[in-house]
């Protein structure tokens, strides 16, 4: 995460993918040529999760044909997605592990 004070946050696939999406429409080719990621919609479903705006429409790759893909594009300020994204981040790192359950648990780890 980044302010005053605070290291800048590292470069990770998903702060990288939010650059490229916030400069038009990407398809999952387009990610995986870009940033190495395989699993655009995946990620996007992520970034609606953290509260993240990003379009999507249907695309004719040729303009002809009977072949469509999906592609996306950030809709919101590329500052404040990466601030969610972060935000997000620290949320998920500053959650405390879940107490272990079941038999194991009940007996002291010994099943």
Known sequence: MSGPGLKPARPTKARLLLVQLSRGWMTALDALQAVGLMTLPQRVHD?????????????????????????????????????????????????EPAAPSGPAAASGGVA
């Open 47 to 95: 970034f609606r999760e953290a509260g993240i705006l990003v379009e999507d429409q249907w695309h004719r790759p040729d303009g002809r044909g009977p072949t469509t893909v999906k592609q996306y594009r950030l809709a919101m300020p590329l500052d404040d997605a990466l601030r969610l994204w972060d935000e997000r981040a620290t949320t998920v790192a500053d959650a």
